[in-house]
């Protein structure tokens, strides 16, 4: 975990961004990025899944390597929870819409019916 602390503010500074800007884009109190850059304070979890999220590393890169060092030894983002594939999702939706449309088809059928026996 020694790692975190320099990390975080080398991925802000890779970044050429102030420590009040990441603050605002993560939604921090002011000196909150501070205290976690020199270590005063070990930032909590919440925030390690939102800044690793933003700077698109994995948790597990940020608080073992030495980002500032790593390059191509970090490894990329990790998707941990994914259900199916994306192509698998598409056929999903493209299948549910297909099923959406038909009957919306039905439903407008009927109501012609209804119409010409009312």
């Known amino acids: 975990m020694e790692h975190i602390y320099l990390n975080i503010k080398h991925l802000r500074s890779d970044k050429k961004m102030s420590q009040t800007q990441l603050e605002k884009e993560l939604g921090l109190k002011r000196g909150v990025l501070s205290s976690y850059e020199r270590g005063i304070n070990t930032p909590p979890l919440q925030f390690l899944i939102d800044f ?3 700077f698109q590393v994995s948790i597990d890169d ?4 030495d980002l500032s060092k790593a390059g191509e030894q970090a490894s990329k983002p990790k998707q941990i929870y994914t259900a199916s594939p994306q192509s698998d999702i598409l056929r999903i939706i493209e299948e549910e819409w297909q099923e959406v449309k038909q009957q919306m088809k039905d439903l407008q059928e009927r109501m012609r019916r209804l119409e010409e026996s009312g």
């Open 52 to 54: 690793s999220d933003y």
């Open 62 to 65: 940020l608080l073992r390597l």
